[in-house]
Structures are given as C-alpha cells and as structure tokens.
C-alpha cells in the first residue's frame, strides 16, 4: 500500500485552483488510485501513458515527475490541464507542486520550486 503526502504549499495551490476547478480533488483521488498501480513497489504495472508522465530529475533516494491532471467536468482541454509534480520513494509519494498553463507558470521556475520542496520530506 502506498502512502500518499501533500506538502503544505500544494495543500494551498489546490485551495487556489479549486475556486476556478471545483473537481479537482475528485482528480487528485483518481490520479492516487492510478499511482497505487504505476508505482506499485512490488508488482508496478504501465497504466499512466509515458507521454503523459514526465521524469524531471532523480538521485539514489527519490525521483521527480510530473503529469497531466485530468480534472473532471471541468471543461478544460487536455493540454489545459493543470500540471502536478510529485515525488517517488519506495512506498511513498509526496504531492509537491501544482500549476495551470491557463496562469501561464514557468515550468522551470515550478520545477525548482518542486525540489526545494522534496528536502521537506526526504
């Protein structure tokens, strides 16, 4: 079973975007479940399509991804979807970052932000 964290920043960044995207947490509850699979420590099977899921960065102890986040009845198109970063070590994975190309971010700028906040957990 793995355990699933939220940092306090994306715990606010999720707040933020729930004004524009009230099922955004119903995204969230799905992307877990499919988490549950992918990264699976023992029997990991394919289930998040690899052009959707991107490694940004990895050492020895964790690694960096971020993905597309379907949010339901949102009516926004795919490459509209937020952006989720997120971060994987062992049987734990820890919800760091999350952005809106419609707030036109800065995908380094978030990646890095990401990072700094991995030191929080590992």
Known sequence: MIEFFYHDGIQKEIVDLERRFRTI???????????????????PKQVIAPAKLHRVTQNDIWTLW???????????????????????????????????????????DISNLAISRVSDFF
């Not at 119903?26 to 023992?42: D, I, K, M, W, Y």
């Not at 597309?68 to 490459?79: A, D, F, K, Y």
């Not at 979807?81 to 971010?105: E, Q, T």
């Open 25 to 43: 947490r119903q995204g969230l509850a799905s992307f877990e479940r499919l988490c549950e699979v992918q990264f699976n420590p023992t029997q």
């Open 66 to 108: 971020k993905t597309e986040l379907v949010i339901p009845n949102s009516g926004l198109r795919p490459n509209q979807w937020p952006r989720v970063w997120f971060v994987v070590k062992g049987d734990m994975i820890a919800f760091l970052c999350i952005s809106s190309h419609v707030d036109n971010y800065n995908d380094e």
